[in-house]
């Protein structure tokens, strides 16, 4: 199984941007799909989960302003970011849990938010 995130970029204070992260491979079941992220300097921090029943979770740093879905016949998580900050400027990462909760994480995109 390999995931493939992109979607990434430059953007403006208050801008969007959205992600897309799709995994290919012998998928037999999807349990969690997640977006993490990764500041210069900081630790990985969980910032939105949606999972197999379709519920989901934010970081309270998100909530109001990022929104994860996700299309299983694609085997594809979103993250549509609205009213970007800078403090939002990261590496974001997907993670899947897949075919009995085994992990798998994508390469990463890069989330500029500059002026």
């Known amino acids: 199984v390999q995931l493939q995130a992109s979607g990434g970029g430059l953007v403006q204070p208050g801008g969007s941007l959205r992600l897309s992260c799709a995994a290919s491979g012998n998928i037999f079941s999807i349990n969690r799909m997640d977006w993490y992220r990764q500041a210069p300097g900081k630790q990985r921090e969980l910032v939105a989960t949606?999972?197999?029943?379709?519920?989901?979770n934010y970081a309270d740093s998100v909530k109001g302003r990022f929104t994860i879905s996700r299309d299983n016949a694609k085997n594809s998580v979103y993250l549509q970011m609205n009213s970007l900050k800078p403090e939002d400027t990261a590496i974001y990462y997907c993670?899947?849990?897949?075919?009995?909760?085994?992990?798998?994480w994508g390469q990463g995109t890069q989330v500029t938010v500059s002026s």
């Open positions: 993670n899947m849990l897949l075919n009995s909760w085994v992990s798998y």
């Open positions: 949606i999972i197999g029943g379709g519920g989901t």
